[in-house]
């Protein structure tokens, strides 16, 4: 007999076996998988069980409950705040230092008839009249009393931009009678009048009536 006849059978014989080996072995393998597959939903529906019964115990020990209704409106997240201008705002105060001259000529500014008044070019002479005697409704107000010049100037300069801004159109500035200052001479009273008259937001301003402050208080319309 040939040799290389007789070896072609064993060949293909060791062949199949190792076939059949890698077939027993996947079938192992799978029937393992299968096994731990059934495993794992056993473990599920026990743990679902227990979830079960951990919720009935609960409800026994709480009592019957009662949805809450629901609110009608959507959950939105806050919007976060804007950041503060910080630097835009040092540049602005550091302009309003520059713009508001405190040695402006206040006969320049200031009318002077039955009382201490302002009103520009072109405005009637019965707005302020109607200032004094309050006919408009105050607003809003500042109180510059213990701040020194700066800090007033700035106060004062900011207070009307936000007026303006809230669309507030007559507001008062208490800057106080002088009686607390060095000689009892009313300084920060002369510094506001001089500021608001450079403020072009200001229309006029008019000293108080008695009931408002007097003396120590301005009645200031504002643009609309």
Known sequence: MNPA????????????????AALKARRREAAAEAAR?????????????????????????VGPVHALPAPGRAETGR???PPEP??????????????????????????TDDGLSFRRPGIAADVVTRLR???WAI????????????????ALA??????????????????????GSPGRQPVLKIKAQRWLGQCAEVVAFAQASAPQGGAGALIVLLKG
């Open 37 to 61: 597959e059934r495993a794992r939903q056993r473990e599920a529906e026990a743990e679902r069980r227990r979830e079960e019964q951990r919720r009935e115990e609960f409800a026994r020990a």
């Open 133 to 135: 005697k309050g006919q």
């Open 79 to 81: 919007p976060k705040p």
């Open 5 to 20: 006849r007789a070896s072609r059978p064993a060949a293909a014989l060791k062949d199949f076996d190792a076939l059949a």
């Open 158 to 179: 900011a207070f009307v931009r936000e007026s303006v801004r809230r669309g507030r159109r007559c507001v008062r500035v208490v800057h106080g009678k002088g009686h």
């Open 139 to 154: 607003q809003s107000q500042i109180d510059l009393h213990g701040l020194r010049r700066d800090e007033a100037r700035e």
């Open 86 to 111: 910080l630097q835009r705002q040092a540049d602005e105060q550091a302009a309003l230092r520059e713009a508001l001259s405190d040695e402006v000529d206040i006969e320049s500014l200031l009318l």
